[in-house]
T-cell receptor, first 114, second 109 residues
Framework: DVKVTQSSRYLVKRTGEKVFLECVQDMDHENMFWYRQDPGLGLRLIYFSYDVKMKEKGDIPEGYSVSREKKERFSLILESASTNQTSMYLC?????????????FGSGTRLTVV | QKEVEQNSGPLSVPEGAIASLNCTYSDRGSQSFFWYRQYSGKSPELIMFIYSNGDKEDGRFTAQLNKASQYVSLLIRDSQPSDSATYLCAVNYGQNFVFGPGTRLSVLP
């Protein structure tokens, strides 16, 4: 089975802290994605990556950065956490043509910023 | 702006009935369409996808696509309480997807 693993299920951080969310996939997928999901707003794309060391901004990149040093690992960084970044963060991965088989999602990280 | 619309629900159906979930999309260039199920507090899981006009069946699930009307639907036959979840419609645009807001389905015993 394809597995996408997010390092933390629940996380509580203080305002202003630098936060790292890690995502690892074990199926040699080329593409990796970070979404946040909020009630009433649905899934919103933060950043995505098609290959190692490359990244593209999604719809809501402000306040976030990403790193992809290895094909299997895609990290989301909150440079200075704020309360409006309290959310469920979902990592996903796919083959180079996601239209064929869709995404596989990780189990999510529920981040609370206090 | 590529948009995917769904009724937010909740859609309530009695156990054993057919649940019908609908989705419309704005871009005629879309090629593939996916349905994900998301239980409360969990991540989305893929249940079906469809590329061609018409129906595609998988067990109790049937996906229907009408590209001319830019409409895709998911039917769940013999609905069970375990089908109670939010169903997300996702439309593929190149390397990415646009997700609808989801329809919350409640199957009443």
């Amino acid at each position: 089975d394809v597995k996408v693993t997010q390092s933390s299920r629940y996380l509580v951080k203080r305002t202003g802290e630098k936060v790292f969310l890690e995502c690892v996939q074990d199926m040699d997928h080329e593409n990796m994605f970070w979404y946040r999901q909020d009630p009433g707003l649905g899934l919103r794309l933060i950043y995505f990556s098609y290959d190692v060391k490359m990244k593209e901004k999604g719809d809501i990149p402000e306040g976030y950065s990403v790193s992809r040093e290895k094909k299997e690992r895609f990290s989301l960084i909150l440079e200075s956490a704020s309360t409006n970044q309290t959310s469920m963060y979902l990592c996903a991965s796919s083959f180079s043509d996601p239209g064929l088989y869709g995404y596989t999602f990780g189990s999510g990280t529920r981040l609370t910023v206090v | 702006q590529k948009e995917v619309e769904q009724n937010s629900g909740p859609l309530s159906v009695p156990e054993g009935a057919i649940a019908s979930l609908n989705c419309t999309y704005s871009d005629r260039g879309s090629q593939s369409f996916f349905w994900y199920r998301q239980y409360s507090g969990k991540s989305p899981e893929l249940i079906m996808f469809i590329y061609s006009n018409g129906d595609k069946e998988d067990g109790r699930f049937t996906a229907q696509l009408n590209k001319a009307s830019q409409y895709v639907s998911l039917l769940i036959r013999d609905s069970q309480p375990s089908d109670s979840a939010t169903y997300l419609c996702a439309v593929n645009y190149g390397q990415n997807f646009v997700f609808g807001p989801g329809t919350r389905l409640s199957v009443l015993p």
